[in-house]
């Protein structure tokens, strides 16, 4: 008796403190998405005006508008989708030789490359830099894509490798002797019992391209090559007024360049979630 | 001998199949690597050829670089208070949700998803939260009657500004937490719950040693972390009018600092210097990590 009161108020307890929680981690968001819809002076109110008296739609065209965000966006989405084809492809290629490719030296390559997960990108962006500048490749987008086609992302071939392995050898086995190649038994026997391992990992990378400023920071100067960040930067510079930025204008461009990694988060979670974890536990 | 000629078949498709990879491990880690290892000896301005001079870039940061113990003790304050209060967070909104509550998939999305967004447009959205005068923070405080600091612009309140920024993307170490908790078994609560263990003595006795590996996971990817904050140091001093690093250093975390050495003034050297300490730190943090595995596993 006494042990189930105690628990229903227990019950209680947790609930309060997640909901207290939820209502933290979420207020940021919902002010944003608020003051995307104020008018400049509501912004600016005081007293403070919490709800805006009326939707204002305008402020995402204003905001999209008087700033090329149009190319800004596509600019965003091209790396990520020429990274997330350059990671697939170069990823499954080495995953596939780790996984079935007998080979002296395979499992000292294999704890190379996961060394350089301990490389902090401080170390290698200078060379990297002057390399790109002797080439003449600053300011276009190959320095933020070559690397995704050479197979850089050592995570991703971590986890395609682990779905390789649990591939039973037979249906290689029966593909060989039919006469394929490897790339044919590759792509037409692992790659499509792998889709729950290629989604994560397509995910995965348009998270790191989508979200990055410290590439664009570097390589790219023309405005007309930006991507979002690095936009969203400038653009919070290059307005402030006299009265201060326009905060409602700045956070309908907030909004909006949340909005595709809301999306996919909510179509792809169970993705994220294992992804994550994952991380966790190859350590 | 068919064997013999297909065994050297499947190590020259080996060979093929890993040579982007190989490609990669030279010339974005390895070469690079190298390079910046001896860049570290040099004075170097892009323009003019790195020129030697032994070990003087380490030993001017270490006793007269201006900026260098700044950005160090600014970066080790970040990590010694956001990274304990992170996990907390972490672990004890992962305990929560491990209680089988209801609505425990759409909690999880909450918790998850700030860690996820874009750096920039969640540091400008936290940027306008710290606005002294239109500002959510300084309106709620001034609701309950306190008047707030002016966040962006205090020497004093701009590292902490950061440190509650960055509690709110504590997604990753709880989505780990949870993994680790969900493999402890049921049948040991149930055990301690017929000895009569309490909630906490639970916690104490059999949840904390199990995730033990979890939690020193979490630790020190957390440090490692903390050490390479940039994104949200840089977004906040660029878009507060206070300058990257700003106000008075008060926000010059160590990335930041060697960011602007090498791409602001040029001091290649000396920033490939600065890189190399950082490695170093990593490193040693790693293998701390290691040897508390290795005492772990088996004490158990």
Avoid at chain 2, 149 to 162: C, D, E, N, R, Y
Avoid at chain 2, 190 to 203: H, K, N
Wanted: aromatic share 14%; glycine share 6%.
């Amino acid at each position: 008796m006494n042990r189930e009161r105690s628990s229903i108020f227990s019950r209680i307890t947790i609930y309060a403190l997640l909901l207290a929680g939820a209502v933290a981690m979420l207020l940021p968001l919902v002010w944003m998405v608020l003051t995307s819809f104020k008018s400049f002076e509501e912004v600016l109110a005081s007293p403070p005006v919490w709800l805006p008296k009326r939707i204002r739609w305008e402020n995402y065209r204003e905001a999209l508008t008087t700033f090329d965000f149009i190319r800004y966006f596509a600019n965003s989405t091209l790396v990520a989708a020429v990274n997330i084809a350059g990671t697939l492809v170069s990823c499954s290629l080495a995953a596939y030789a780790f996984a079935r490719l007998p080979a002296r030296g395979s499992k000292l390559l294999f704890a190379l490359l996961l060394s350089t997960t301990m490389l902090p990108a401080q170390v290698t962006v200078i060379p990297l830099f002057s390399w790109f500048s002797a080439l003449g490749l600053v300011n276009t987008f190959t320095p933020l894509m070559l690397p995704a086609w050479l197979g850089t992302n050592v995570f991703a071939i971590f986890l395609l490798r682990q779905f390789f392995v649990a591939i039973p050898k037979d249906f290689a086995e029966a593909a060989r002797v039919d006469g394929a190649s490897e790339l044919r038994i590759l792509f037409s026997v692992y790659l499509p019992l792998s889709k729950p391992a290629l989604l994560t990992i397509a995910v995965f990378t348009f998270l790191g391209s989508w979200n990055d400023l410290w590439g664009p920071l570097l390589y790219l100067h023309d405005e007309s090559k930006y991507t979002l960040p690095i936009a969203l930067l400038n653009f919070v510079g290059l307005a402030g007024q006299a009265r201060g930025s326009p905060w409602h204008l700045v956070m309908a461009v907030s909004t909006v360049m949340m909005l595709p990694v809301v999306v996919i988060f909510f179509l792809a979670q169970r993705r994220f979630i294992e992804g994550i974890a994952a991380s966790g536990i190859k350590a | 001998m068919a064997q013999a000629s297909r065994r050297s078949g499947e190590s020259v498709w080996f060979w093929i199949l890993v040579a982007p990879a190989v490609l990669g491990f030279l010339a974005f880690n390895l070469g690079p690597m190298i390079e910046s290892l001896y860049l570290s000896f040099t004075k170097y301005d892009v323009i003019s050829p790195p020129q030697y001079i032994g070990v003087r870039n380490y030993t001017y940061l270490i006793f007269n670089d201006p900026a260098f113990w700044p950005s160090v003790i600014v970066t080790a304050v970040f990590a010694a208070v956001s990274v304990p209060l992170g996990l907390i967070s972490a672990l004890a909104v992962a305990l929560l949700l491990n209680r089988k509550v209801a609505g425990q998939g759409v909690f999880r999305t909450i918790y998850f998803l700030p860690s996820l967004l874009p750096a920039t447009a969640s540091g400008v959205v936290w940027v306008f939260i710290f606005h002294p005068t239109f500002g959510l923070l300084n309106r709620l405080l001034y609701f309950v009657g306190i008047e707030g600091p002016a966040w962006t612009q205090s020497v004093t309140w701009a590292l902490p500004a950061l440190i509650i920024m960055s509690l709110w993307g504590f997604g990753q170490p709880m989505v780990i937490f949870l993994a680790g908790l969900q493999d402890v078994p049921d049948s040991l609560y149930e055990a301690a719950d017929l000895d009569g263990a309490s909630r906490w003595q639970q916690f104490r006795n059999v949840t904390l040693p199990l995730i033990t590996p979890v939690l020193f996971f979490n630790l020190v990817m957390g440090l490692i972390g903390a050490l390479k904050v940039f994104d949200s140091a840089y977004v906040f001093g660029s878009t507060s009018g206070v300058g990257p690093g700003g106000p008075a250093r008060a926000t010059l975390f160590y990335a930041l600092n060697l960011y602007q050495k090498a791409f602001s003034y040029f001091h290649m050297g000396l920033a490939s210097a600065m890189a190399w300490l950082l490695f170093l730190a990593i490193l040693a943090l790693t293998a701390f990590n290691f040897w508390l595995g290795k005492r772990w596993v088996h004490s158990e």
